[in-house]
């Protein structure tokens, strides 16, 4: 039980207050699509409280990483390779994320608008999306995750303008899920 409890907290907590930390920084260096989120969030909401029957009218499209890895229970074929039983299997999420073979040349670029015909029009098809990752064992709070976050995306574009401070300095590290290693300062200006 104890387990499980520290499962639920790491997971809620690790993640979405790291996912918010790119969201703000990917928005205060893109003033464009800060605008155009804003616009979104104040057509739908204007500006009352957002609520739950609305809030998925917004399409913001929220992408993250997360670790995934998985022993093997038993001897396994994985197309031309055998993984004998115990081995941990990681998905290079990130990795998968940035190949250009599978989202094109701008791969690494911020596009919010690959997202704007679903997650199936901008993968092709293809399994290589997987923020909360993939199959049975997938993130239980996926829906619940994306809710939260639109929501309070949504409170905060209502009521602020995002500015990235100059201290701020690129270097995302990884402890099981990325960080931004020197923090998010982001200047908040009110409207
Ligand atoms: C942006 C936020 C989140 C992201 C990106 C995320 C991502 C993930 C990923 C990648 C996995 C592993 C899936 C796999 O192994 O295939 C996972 C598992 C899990 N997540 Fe999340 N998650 C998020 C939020 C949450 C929240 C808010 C909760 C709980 C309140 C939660 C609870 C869990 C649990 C319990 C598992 C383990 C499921 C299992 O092993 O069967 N997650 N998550």
Redesign the pocket.
């Known amino acids: 039980m104890m387990e499980e409890c520290k ?2 907290y790491f ?3 690790e ?2 207050s ?2 918010f930390s790119w969201i703000m920084l990917l928005l205060s260096q893109h003033q464009d699509w800060q605008a155009r989120a804003r616009e979104e969030v104040m057509q739908v909401f204007g500006d009352k409280t957002p609520d739950l029957e609305d809030i998925n009218q917004l399409k913001v499209a ?1 992408s ?7 022993a093997v229970h038993k001897e396994t074929k994985l197309g031309d390779l055998t993984l004998p039983a115990g081995v941990q299997v990681h ?1 290079p ?1 990130l990795l998968i994320h940035r190949d250009t073979k599978l989202w094109g040349d701008d791969a690494a670029e911020f596009k919010p608008e690959r997202f704007k015909d679903g997650i199936s029009k901008a993968t092709k098809n293809q399994v290589c999306f ?13 829906n ?3 809710l ?2 639109k929501m309070a995306m949504a409170l905060i574009l209502q009521r602020f303008s995002l500015e990235l401070s100059p201290s701020y300095v690129h270097l995302p590290y990884k402890v099981i ?1 990325i960080h931004p290693k020197l923090g998010a300062p982001i200047i908040l200006h009110k409207l």
């Not at 993250?64 to 998985?70: K, Q, V």
């Not at 997987?130 to 996926?142: E, I, K, N, S």
């Open positions: 499962l639920f997971s809620g907590q993640t979405t790291v996912l929220i993250s990483s997360h670790r995934n890895d998985r998905m999420i997987l923020p909360f990752g993939w199959g049975p064992r997938t993130c239980v709070a996926q619940y995750a994306l939260e976050a899920t």
